[in-house]
């Protein structure tokens, strides 16, 4: 089978005769409105899991290896309230950003009537998916494990176990900005506890025994190391990302800039919200993005 490489397809599909609606079969199953949006992909579920695992053996640890055995009160409800509060926002994130739709493109919707209703001019070019049948807007991609067209598609992410596009951007940012937090918090916290055991007898440190509070203790200093690399990468790559207005995928292909250039300021809003708020920060506030025509074409 030869494959055709995407930017090929653009050129041949650039008048509505091509399209061939006739050929587009609607799907068998599509999602009732209001039904919650999530991924049946075996291997994203899998570290959606070992992310909430991974998350949980932080707060194992964090709790009844250091904060609870810690004989300093005031150190322990501080610290336990800071890494819970950003425990629960991580993960509240990670919740959001798997259960909201990125901005999926309605499947099949390449129908004959459909493309009229659009009355486009001479010379306008509309795009067909030709694997979910869905006429693309402008900046849509294909995703071959959600098997839809996603707005904006910045790429999809297992661990979250969905894409990341233009309606859970911000959640995917928060989900690493606190993971990130966290991971740096967990090190803290244990680079304290090695210093103040060293000093003192490790018999009274933990309630668990010696060899099973260092293993303990470097399995977390592993983990948090690991995540906050990661994460900081990633928190930063997606910030720039969302600055210059400018999605993984399209740097990957380097896709010549076909929408309007706009402040980075203007830009992080149209992710975060408008105004700026506190609730940039909550994974509860769905940011209200004022957004433009959802099906623009280019012409
Ligand atoms: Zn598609
Ligand atoms: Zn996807």
């Known amino acids: 089978m030869m494959l055709i490489p995407t930017h090929h397809f653009r050129d041949i599909e650039r008048k509505p005769e091509y399209l061939q609606p006739e050929k587009c079969i609607p799907p068998p ?3 009732p409105a209001g039904t919650m949006w999530f991924i049946r992909d075996g291997c994203g579920i899998a570290c959606a899991i070992v992310t909430w695992f991974l998350v949980l053996y932080a707060e194992f640890v964090v709790l009844f290896v250091m904060l609870i055995p810690s004989r300093d009160y005031v150190y322990s409800v501080i610290n336990g309230l800071v890494f819970n509060l950003l425990a629960f926002l991580a ?3 990670h919740c959001r950003a798997m259960l909201t739709d990125p901005g999926a493109v309605p499947k099949g919707n390449a129908t004959k009537e459909f493309i009229e209703s659009l009355q486009l001019k001479p010379g306008q070019a509309v795009y067909k998916c030709p694997k979910c049948c869905s006429i693309k807007p402008d900046r849509a991609h294909h995703c071959s494990v959600c098997k ?3 707005r904006k598609m910045d790429h999809h992410c297992p661990w979250v176990n969905n894409c990341v596009g233009e309606n859970n951007q911000k959640y995917f940012v928060l989900f690493t900005m606190y993971i990130a937090l966290i991971s ?9 506890h090695f210093l103040h055991c060293f000093e003192e007898d490790w018999t009274k440190c933990s309630s668990f025994s010696p060899p099973t509070t260092v293993i303990l203790l470097i399995l977390l200093c592993f983990e948090g190391l690991l ?10 790559t997606q910030v720039h990302s969302i600055c210059t207005d400018e999605t993984g995928i399209e740097q990957l292909k380097k896709e ?3 929408w309007a250039k706009k402040t980075k300021w203007m830009n992080m809003k149209a992710v975060f919200g408008h105004p700026f708020s506190l609730g940039w920060a909550s994974p509860f506030a769905t940011p209200d993005q004022g957004k ?3 099906y623009q074409y280019v012409v």
């Open 29 to 31: 199953h599509s999602r």
């Open 91 to 93: 993960l509240a994130s």
């Open 148 to 150: 839809r067209c996603i």
């Open 184 to 192: 740096l918090h967990a090190l803290i916290m244990v680079g304290f």
């Open 227 to 236: 995540f906050l690399i990661f994460t900081s990468v990633m928190f930063g």
């Open 256 to 258: 010549e800039r076909r």
């Open 292 to 294: 433009a025509d959802p």
